[in-house]
């Protein structure tokens, strides 16, 4: 059955450009990454309430972290803004080149490492803050402010990360 509808959606034959759907196959995965995004940020999303409204074991809450409320307030905005805009970007960029299959794939993986990152980080918020209320942690130089800070630098660097990864690719198909 496929390879009867391979004349119709494949882009290459025998080394030609061909078939009805021939060069469109960016837009289809632009399409299938902006369907991604929104499975995607409503996980985003959730977690994102969880993190703000999270309260620990040991009765802290987001608060004793030094800037992560305002860091998670801000996360779900600045990446569906570089999630929309790298979509966008593909989407402009199949139009000129109708090579971006690396880019493509790079936005699915950045989605989908944002949303396991997400899932994780509610651990991460409930180690750090069983380690704030250790009885011992005024014994350790640092210790205590590292902790507090340890929080936010993780969020960032999830956020960061992920746009990192559609940024590099995209550098990457642009330079050639």
């Known amino acids: 059955m496929f390879k009867r509808l391979k004349p119709f959606i494949s882009d290459q034959i025998g080394g030609v450009k061909s078939g009805v759907l021939s060069g469109y196959s960016d837009v289809w995965m632009s399409m299938i990454i902006t369907a991604v995004l929104f499975v995607v940020f409503p996980i985003i999303m959730t977690f994102t309430g969880d993190i703000i409204d ?3 074991g040991s009765g802290g809450n987001i608060t004793q972290f030094t800037g992560l409320e305002s860091i998670t307030a801000l996360a779900p905005m600045l990446l569906f803004v570089a999630f929309v805009f790298g979509n966008v ?16 794939i790079a936005i699915v993986v950045s989605l989908v490492m944002i949303g396991v990152g997400f899932v994780f980080y509610l651990i991460v918020l409930d180690g750090a803050d069983t380690l704030l209320h250790d009885a011992n942690i005024d014994d350790y130089t640092g210790m205590e402010a590292m902790v507090g800070i340890a929080p936010m630098l993780i969020l960032v660097s999830y956020i960061f990360g992920a746009i990192a990864t559609t940024g590099m690719a995209a550098y990457k198909k642009l330079k050639g």
Do not use: E, P, V
Request: aromatic share 10%; proline share 0%; no cysteine.
């Open 89 to 104: 970007a593909l989407t402009a960029y199949s139009a000129i080149k109708r090579t971006s299959d690396k880019l493509s």
């Open 54 to 56: 999270w309260t620990g």
